[in-house]
């Protein structure tokens, strides 16, 4: 049954449900290379997503080359002879930048390669990448179809022969099965999905705008802006924008960044957004040895919007602030 509703929602013939979203994304890859085969991805993608690629499939001879995915064009100039697969995630969850879903599965389709994307930021109430022709759709579960932070599980949908394909093998070689009880609750959180994620992005609608005229706030990463540089295709693409965005701080130092993130009260620091609660993360967190996000600036920080009355967020944020 939960199968056939993640597949209705995302307008696929079929879906399979996993225990992480990392197991589905690793399932899905796994399951349509070999060694020798070649893999497109949009540049800062989940950061398993790239442990996957960089740590585990080069292991095996799987080579991969990231693009930036905001010129569907780019995916084309790295295409070879021997790509087999082009990962999106739009937007990704970072600096929120998105992929022309339909032009890059009109390449994809021209040049025989598959196409696999992340649409965990929108939930299918807000992004059906199937419909602009993407082959397969993974999400963490764990954020928005669960909704209530108290499960870890994944999906993936598409065709009934890719996903044949996957359950045939990947599924159960991976042990990615989630539990009975967890496939119950996200049940349960499916039932609520609408309402959670329109409050989410009422809310977040109203922060953003109060973010981008704030005086300390250099830059606000939210597609639902019309400052927003792919605002346009957001619009096209996407019903709505969902509750995540991040923020670049007009900070001297990282110790000022600090300040503000130690003086919030109702954003929590976590990773796992889409629950009720709002959080926040100081994205200088994730740099390290992997020197997967040394890109980015040190006064980033995501936020996630939540069910909370906004007003009191935003009061919440303001006071932060003032801490700069």
Not at 36 to 56: F, M, N
Not at 221 to 233: D, F, M, N, T
Not at 293 to 311: A, H, I, K, M, N
Request: proline share 4%; net charge negative.
């Amino acid at each position: 049954m939960l199968r056939k509703k993640v597949a209705a929602l995302e307008g696929a013939e079929d879906a399979l449900v996993f225990s992480s979203g990392s197991a589905a994304i690793a399932a899905a890859v796994i399951a349509f290379v070999q060694a020798g085969d070649h893999v497109v991805c949009v540049r800062k993608p989940y950061s398993w997503t790239r442990k996957l690629l960089d740590e585990l499939l080069v292991r095996f001879g799987v080579e991969a080359t990231y693009v930036d995915g905001t010129d569907a064009e780019n995916y084309r100039r790295a295409c070879r002879d021997n790509t087999r697969l082009f990962i999106l995630e739009s937007p990704n969850s970072l600096t929120f930048e998105l992929q022309d879903l339909g032009a890059v599965a009109a390449i994809a389709k021209e040049k025989g390669v598959l196409t696999l994307c992340d649409n965990s930021y929108n939930s299918p109430l807000f992004q059906r990448p199937i419909e602009h022709g993407i082959d397969l759709v993974a999400h963490s579960a764990t954020k928005y179809l669960n909704g209530h932070s108290d499960v870890v599980a994944g999906v993936l949908a598409g065709s009934q022969a890719h996903i044949r394909q996957v359950m045939a093998k990947e599924f159960m070689t991976l042990g990615a099965a989630p539990s009975p009880h967890d496939a119950w609750l996200l049940m349960r959180g499916l039932r609520t999905l609408g309402l959670r994620m329109h409050r989410s992005a009422d809310s977040a609608a109203r922060v953003a705008r109060f973010l981008g005229a704030h005086p300390k706030v250099a830059r606000v990463h939210w597609p639902g802006l019309e400052s927003h540089q792919q605002h346009a295709l957001a619009s096209r693409q996407m019903e709505r924008v969902a509750g995540l965005m991040s923020i670049e701080l007009d900070a001297p130092d990282e110790a000022a960044v600090e300040r503000f993130c130690d003086g919030l009260q109702r954003f929590l620091i976590a990773v796992s957004w889409g629950g009720y609660e709002s959080l926040q993360f100081p994205v200088c967190a994730l740099k390290g040895p992997s020197g997967y996000y040394t890109d980015l600036p040190f006064t980033l920080v995501r936020l996630y919007v939540g069910l909370e009355d906004p007003d009191h967020l935003i009061a919440d944020l303001d006071q932060a602030l003032a801490r700069i």
